[in-house]
């Protein structure tokens, strides 16, 4: 094993070839692994010899490379997977100042060799256009009626890792185990975001069935806000998610309104409010000025989380005035915008109702004297202005809400539900139904 005092520690920021090499490792281990899982559910093991022996095969080369990222702390291991993998450009260069001193005579070799072609050398347009013969064959893959092979999550796991391996060192400029950790991140990202976008694709249909949970039902709750054009009545909107249906009858207001379109539109907005929400918190916090890359890679990780499911995109839009427009030094423009989010809010879900306010990024604290503490007078005029944008901001979304059950036409019942529904306390812990329970699994998750 090796001595940690006989290498030096790495700086911060600094990673080493070893650390990288491992994480790589690790990762085609976990992905490798959950693909025998799945291919071994069903019960095919031990009744189908070829799917037991592929089972166990997949699994074998699961343990083969956790063990190659374990082995990786002795040196004559490391050094043998170096000059490998330097062959591929994937190791560090021979000069790189994390090796050793000693052991740069020994990789001058394979620094040097003609099969070796330092990527982060290459011409820019051969890194540009291998990429896009990558990120080409990954949309074939993908769309074409090869997408069969790759149906499994698993394989799509796989299939993502595999490509973002690749574009990792056309990606990265230098030849460096920091260089590379970086670029394997951001290519990871990217064809995240690349997968989402392709997923989406297989909701624009000409097909006239549902392609999702409610589909027909959101349309036609949309199309009440306009029921006297297509039905020749007056009906009452749907007494939940007004907001949501104000946004998806806009396609409907067109001359010629179709489902295609109706689709269109939504994947549409289901894209683009997640990013242009994380582009507005990241010009608060990190502008691109700083860091351009770093800008993007948090970008496109925002825009990816937003996409996952927690919030719904047309609830953002009680998130997006404030996020654009507030600015202390400007009161008017501040209270139109929070006035905007947050009658927004009032004809969404009534959870929302308190959701502008604390969007509002929190005014500077101003420095302490150092000769006496801040006066309770100080206090109350810097707490006094997010107060009274709370209050402003509950005032109208509960008037918001109130005018939205004028037009509803239900019962207050019906309306208010969700403050009158019994709460099942024995769905937290758990139960026969949930062996975990909602609030263990929740903790757990978290």
Not at 82 to 91: H, R, V
Not at 173 to 181: A, E, M, P, R, V
Not at 425 to 430: D, K, V
Request: charged share 10%; hydrophobic share 55%; with cysteine.
């Amino acid at each position: 094993m090796i001595d940690p005092a006989s290498e030096p520690l790495p700086q911060l920021g600094e990673v080493s070839p070893r650390w990288f090499l491992r994480l790589i490792f690790i990762l085609a281990s976990l992905l490798t692994f959950w693909l025998a899982v799945h291919l071994g559910q069903g019960g095919v093991l031990f009744v189908f010899w070829r799917r037991t022996l592929l089972v166990f095969a997949v699994a074998g080369l699961a343990l083969a490379f956790l063990l190659i990222a374990y082995f990786l702390d002795r040196e004559f291991f490391f050094t043998a997977v170096e000059k490998i993998t330097s062959l591929f450009s994937i190791a560090n260069d021979a000069n790189n100042a994390n090796f050793a001193a000693e052991k740069k005579e020994e990789f001058a070799p394979f620094a040097h060799s003609r099969w070796r072609g330092d990527v982060a050398k290459t011409s820019p347009y051969l890194r540009i256009l291998f990429s896009t013969i990558i990120l080409a064959l990954f949309i074939f893959l993908l769309l074409s009626p090869l997408s069969k092979t790759f149906q499994p999550l698993p394989a799509r796991f796989i299939l993502v890792f595999l490509a973002s391996l690749l574009l990792t060192f056309f990606f990265s400029t230098k030849n460096t185990s920091s260089h590379l950790l970086c670029a394997f991140l951001f290519t990871s990202l990217l064809l995240s975001i690349l997968y989402s976008l392709l997923s989406s694709i297989s909701a624009l249909s000409l097909s006239p069935f549902s392609r999702g949970w409610s589909e027909g039902t959101r349309f036609y709750h949309a199309s009440l806000l306009l029921s006297q054009r297509y039905y020749g009545l007056s009906l009452p909107p749907f007494y939940q998610d007004l907001s949501r249906y104000v946004v998806e009858a806009i396609p409907l207001l067109l001359p010629r309104p179709s489902l295609f379109l109706e689709r269109l539109w939504e994947a549409s907005l289901s894209l683009f409010l997640p990013a242009l929400t994380a582009a507005l918190v990241l010009r608060r916090l990190a502008p691109a000025k700083q860091n351009r890359a770093l800008w993007l890679a948090l970008f496109l990780w925002g825009t990816l989380y937003l996409l996952q499911g927690p919030v719904y995109f047309y609830l953002l839009l009680a998130a997006i005035p404030v996020l654009a427009f507030y600015n202390p030094k400007k009161p008017l423009p501040s209270f139109i915008a929070l006035l905007a989010a947050s009658l927004w809010a009032g004809i969404s879900r009534v959870n929302w109702i308190p959701l502008p306010s604390p969007v509002r990024p929190p005014s500077p604290v101003p420095s302490p004297s150092p000769v006496r503490p801040p006066s309770p007078v100080s206090r109350l005029l810097y707490l006094a202005p997010p107060a009274l944008y709370a209050l402003l901001g509950l005032v109208s979304a509960y008037a918001a809400r109130q005018w939205y059950f004028s037009i509803s036409d239900i019962p207050s019942a019906m309306f208010n539900a969700a403050f009158w529904q019994d709460l099942l306390w024995y769905r937290l812990f758990p139960s026969a139904l949930q062996p975990l329970g909602i609030l263990p699994a929740g903790l757990l998750m978290t």
